[in-house]
Structure formats: C-alpha cells, structure tokens
Nanobody, 122 residues
Framework: QVQLVESGGGLVQPGGSLRLSCAASGTGISNVYTMGWYRQAPGKQREWLATFISTGLLNLKDSLKDRFTISGDNTKNTMYLQMNRLKPDDTAIYYC???????????????WGKGTLVTVSS
C-alpha cells in the first residue's frame, strides 16, 4: 500500500555534505502520517535520527542538531535530511520509515524503504 524510496546517498569526503530524500507513494498514505529517518552502521544497532509529521512537526536527535537539518513537504509526501560536515562515523545505511498516523505506534502499521548507503571516507 505504501512504497518508500530513499535517494541521495553516496561517497563523500569528511567535511562534505549530502541531502537525502525519501519519497512516499501508494494508496496507504493517510492524510496524517509520520515519517522518520534511521541509520544502521556496520556492526551496530539501528539508530533513530529524525521525524517529520505531515502536520508540520519536526524533530531531530539532539546530538545531530549542529550538523543535520530535517524537513518535509506534505504536498509531495517527501522527507529530506540535509547532512553537513559529515564524519566517518556517519557511514551507514540510511532508512526511511512511514506510519499512517500522527506517531509511530508499537501496535500500528508501518513501512520501511530499502535504504541508501552513505560512505564518508577520504
């Protein structure tokens, strides 16, 4: 019912920038929905990064606020993550998540994209 496609990943040198996009499509998208960015580095657990709700609410992990910016466009059902001053520790697969509700619920339905790889290396 919902398809999520992440894009914008790639290879970048330390200190560089990337902008990730997640585009949602399908009949399962609600008028109100929540989208989130997550990442998983090799050998580590999945980490929550940011949330965009279609009402306009934005949230970003505190430790990233000096380098990253979350945004979204509910007319396009698309969420973005601007990443600046990238570090090797940012290397990970970045995933998009969507729930057709105003938040993520343990008992609710959600969808995941396939991910986009970000590699920060000199």
């Amino acid at each position: 019912q919902v398809q999520l496609v992440e894009s914008g990943g790639g290879l970048v040198q330390p200190g560089g920038s990337l902008r990730l996009s997640c585009a949602a499509s399908g009949t399962g998208i609600s008028n109100v929905y929540t989208m989130g960015w997550y990442r998983q580095a090799p050998g580590k657990q999945r980490e929550w990064l940011a949330t965009f709700i279609s009402t306009g609410l934005l949230n970003l992990k505190d430790s990233l606020k000096d380098r990253f910016t979350i945004s979204g466009d509910n007319t396009k059902n698309t969420m973005y993550l601007q990443m600046n001053r990238l570090k090797p520790d940012d290397t990970a697969i970045y995933y998009c998540r969507l729930s057709p509700s105003r938040d993520f619920r343990a008992e609710g339905v959600d969808y995941w994209g396939k991910g986009t790889l970000v590699t920060v290396s000199s």
